[in-house]
């Protein structure tokens, strides 16, 4: 994009007769059961539901995503819900909520996700929906259960151990081979960084050849058991789709210190790919899955009409697009002001922190400045509010760390929300999710922060 572009596309038109062009289109959201009727119209048929969130730490956004889930379940005939999650710590909930593990509760199905940031999945909205789910598949044959499902790629030795575990009950020298191979790994002490590091600089071996070897293997297998779906079916799919993980992820870890692009290209591809392995793994029991995804907005939100674009990133969002044309929705959520639970840096305790409101201009100010605390724009109307969206503002996006001194350079980006997004969900004022863990940290921090004086 040439720099006279960019300036031309970045001075939108003004507040006023860009709120004269929205508000017509508004539809509040006033909390009774319809409310998102025009959501699930909008939706239609298509077979792909992705939802997203502006933040990981923001309650309002969990809540209403796991209730518009719920509608694409029970009236729609959703399948799956497949999460920014790792899929080992994903499968142990769909064990859970098919009614096939030994854990006692969804708290207990989720005690896996212990990994930084573990709130994101360890909370009470999504603890609360997983028995909403349980209980909702009791009763029903396991081809008509809706499933849990991750497609993240940070459990590299995790899914190791999983692939292990599973050839150790069913073939043992195929474990044997397995276990051969992922020996490369042994030098770095089940450390993914250290090893990234290692591979990246020549200062330990690649292990790319044997987890791609592995990953043929399991291939064949899983490919054998397909042909008569059932647990045994399910569980090779499993196994398979850990040796995918540890062949991304191999590959994730070993580029992620040659730059942010090549790394980010290579997580959301790997989870493209993980839910088109899924797609057609749940295909075989019947009628074409419809499969609901919950990530983050900067995953799911088409990143062609975003600055990440524009740096030479895709996204989840658009790889979907592209692969299923006419069968992807996308929604992204949005908030003016509230709390969040985010931690200060990677690793740190999360905390519960006043978020500052939104930059003058940008699309969370243009949102609040409509009149309306809660309501649902679909993007697409009519030509007239295409063009007064497609030009580009501001937009927040709050992953685990939120860093309020840098707001603007840590957690802003221009897009274009008529391209980036099908439908958007914004809620003025949002509150903090709240961790099954509560931490001092966590509680101690109630007093609201006062930026940007410090006083």
Same mark, same amino acid.
């Given at each position: 994009?040439?720099?006279?572009?960019?300036?031309?596309?970045?001075?939108?038109?003004?507040?006023?007769? &860009?709120?004269?062009?929205?508000?017509?289109?508004?539809?509040?959201?006033?909390?009774?059961?319809?409310? !998102?009727?025009?959501?699930?119209?909008?939706?239609? =048929?298509? %077979?792909?539901?992705?939802?997203?969130?502006?933040?990981?730490?923001?309650?309002?956004? @969990? $809540?209403?995503?796991?209730?518009?889930?719920?509608?694409?379940?029970?009236?729609?005939?959703?399948?799956?819900?497949?999460?920014?999650?790792?899929?080992?710590?994903?499968?142990?909930?769909? %064990?859970?909520?098919?009614?096939? /593990?030994?854990?006692?509760?969804?708290?207990?199905?989720?005690?896996?996700?212990?990994?930084?940031?573990?709130?994101?999945?360890?909370?009470?909205?999504?603890?609360?929906? *997983? =028995?909403?789910?349980?209980? !909702?598949?009791?009763?029903? /044959?396991?081809? %008509?259960?809706?499933?849990?499902?991750?497609?993240?790629?940070?459990?590299?030795?995790?899914?190791?151990?999983?692939?292990?575990?599973?050839?150790?009950?069913?073939?043992?020298?195929?474990?044997?081979?397995?276990?051969?191979?992922?020996?490369?790994?042994?030098?770095?002490?089940?450390?993914?960084?250290? @090893?990234?590091?290692?591979?990246?600089?020549? &200062?330990?071996?690649?292990?790319?050849?044997?987890?791609?070897?592995?990953?043929?293997?399991?291939?064949?297998?899983?490919?054998?058991?397909? +042909?008569?779906?059932?647990?045994?079916?399910?569980?090779?799919?499993?196994?398979?789709?850990?040796?995918?993980?540890?062949?991304?992820?191999?590959?994730? !870890? $070993?580029?992620?210190?040659?730059?942010?692009?090549?790394?980010?290209?290579?997580?959301?591809?790997?989870?493209?790919?993980?839910?088109?392995?899924?797609?057609?793994?749940?295909?075989?029991?019947?009628?074409?899955?419809?499969?609901?995804?919950?990530?983050?907005?900067?995953?799911?939100?088409?990143?062609?009409?975003?600055?990440?674009? =524009?740096?030479?990133?895709?996204?989840?969002?658009?790889?979907?697009?592209?692969? !299923?044309?006419?069968?992807?929705?996308?929604?992204?959520?949005?908030?003016?002001?509230?709390?969040?639970?985010?931690?200060?840096?990677?690793?740190?305790?999360?905390?519960?922190?006043?978020?500052?409101?939104?930059?003058?201009? /940008?699309?969370?100010?243009?949102?609040?400045?409509?009149?309306? /605390?809660?309501?649902?724009?679909?993007?697409?109307?009519?030509?007239?509010?295409?063009?007064?969206?497609?030009?580009? $503002?501001?937009?927040?996006?709050?992953?685990?760390?939120?860093?309020?001194?840098?707001?603007?350079?840590?957690?802003?980006?221009?897009?274009?929300?008529?391209?980036?997004?099908?439908?958007?969900?914004? *809620?003025?004022?949002?509150?903090?999710?709240?961790? +099954?863990?509560?931490?001092?940290?966590?509680?101690?921090?109630?007093?609201?922060?006062?930026?940007?004086?410090? *006083?």
């Amino acid at each position: 994009m040439t720099t006279q572009h960019t300036q031309q596309t970045r001075h939108p038109p003004s507040h006023t007769a &860009l709120l004269e062009g929205l508000r017509p289109h508004l539809r509040p959201l006033d909390g009774d059961g319809r409310q !998102y009727d025009g959501l699930l119209d909008l939706i239609g =048929e298509a %077979r792909f539901a992705l939802l997203g969130e502006a933040s990981h730490g923001s309650h309002e956004f @969990y $809540r209403e995503r796991a209730e518009i889930t719920k509608r694409l379940i029970t009236e729609k005939g959703f399948t799956a819900v497949a999460v920014e999650a790792d899929w080992p710590d994903a499968w142990r909930v769909n %064990r859970y909520v098919r009614g096939l /593990s030994d854990d006692a509760d969804a708290d207990a199905a989720l005690s896996g996700f212990q990994r930084f940031p573990a709130w994101m999945w360890r909370n009470t909205v999504v603890c609360d929906f *997983i =028995e909403w789910l349980r209980d !909702y598949n009791a009763g029903l /044959s396991p081809p %008509r259960q809706v499933g849990f499902y991750g497609l993240d790629l940070y459990s590299l030795f995790s899914s190791i151990q999983a692939v292990l575990t599973y050839l150790d009950e069913v073939d043992p020298e195929a474990a044997d081979r397995a276990r051969y191979r992922y020996d490369c790994f042994d030098h770095v002490a089940e450390d993914s960084q250290a @090893y990234g590091y290692a591979a990246s600089f020549g &200062l330990g071996a690649s292990c790319e050849d044997e987890v791609v070897q592995q990953l043929r293997e399991m291939n064949r297998r899983a490919a054998e058991l397909s +042909l008569t779906p059932g647990l045994e079916s399910d569980e090779a799919f499993y196994a398979q789709q850990n040796a995918r993980l540890v062949r991304n992820a191999e590959a994730y !870890y $070993r580029t992620m210190f040659r730059g942010r692009l090549a790394s980010w290209n290579l997580r959301d591809s790997h989870m493209v790919e993980t839910l088109a392995a899924l797609d057609s793994h749940l295909a075989t029991s019947g009628a074409p899955p419809r499969i609901a995804l919950w990530a983050h907005n900067s995953h799911l939100g088409d990143a062609s009409a975003t600055e990440m674009g =524009e740096r030479g990133e895709w996204n989840v969002g658009q790889l979907m697009r592209d692969r !299923y044309p006419g069968d992807v929705v996308l929604v992204g959520f949005s908030t003016y002001r509230g709390w969040v639970t985010a931690a200060s840096s990677w690793h740190e305790p999360p905390q519960r922190k006043q978020m500052r409101e939104g930059l003058p201009g /940008s699309w969370e100010d243009v949102f609040h400045h409509t009149g309306s /605390s809660r309501f649902l724009l679909p993007l697409h109307d009519d030509a007239a509010l295409s063009a007064l969206l497609a030009l580009q $503002r501001l937009q927040r996006a709050i992953g685990v760390i939120y860093r309020p001194d840098t707001e603007r350079q840590s957690h802003y980006a221009y897009t274009r929300l008529a391209r980036q997004f099908d439908a958007v969900i914004h *809620i003025d004022e949002t509150s903090a999710v709240e961790p +099954l863990d509560l931490g001092q940290v966590w509680n101690d921090n109630e007093a609201p922060e006062t930026f940007p004086s410090g *006083i």
